[in-house]
């Protein structure tokens, strides 16, 4: 599987973007999809996932009712939408993939990486 981020920018702090992964491969829709962030000097931090199947989705107390996560496996694109950012969520957004479940929130378990977006939210 081979992944594509899109639709970082830069964005005030209250407002809105909206991340676009897409994957190219037939089996789309037998992984997990998830996001993570990576922040100058930090480690890579989960954001969201979403299961393969039940679509069943995932999120850290950081991002929960501000974030969504979502997919359209006839389109092989998995979305993040982020509302309310805040400085604290400016890094590089990753999208990846797993055979796990969404609650997979280690970065190891994702097999496949897409290339990452920079998202910078200015206070």
């Known amino acids: 599987v081979q992944l594509q981020a899109s639709g970082g920018g830069l964005v005030q702090a209250g407002g809105a973007l909206r991340l676009s992964c897409a994957a190219s491969?037939?089996?789309?829709?037998?992984?997990?999809m998830g996001w993570f962030r990576q922040a100058p000097g930090k480690d890579r931090e989960f954001v969201a996932a979403v299961s393969y199947g039940t679509g069943s989705t995932y999120y850290p107390d950081s991002v929960k009712g501000r974030f969504t996560i979502s997919r359209d496996n006839a389109k092989n694109t998995v979305y993040l939408q982020m509302n309310s950012l805040e400085p604290e969520d400016t890094g590089v957004y990753y999208c990846?993939?797993?055979?796990?479940?969404?609650?997979?929130?280690?970065?190891?378990?994702?097999?496949?990486w897409g290339q990452g977006t920079l998202v910078t939210v200015s206070s």
């Open positions: 990846a993939a797993t055979i796990y479940t969404a609650r997979s929130t280690n970065p190891i378990v994702y097999d496949y």
């Open positions: 491969g037939r089996t789309f829709s037998s992984y997990t």
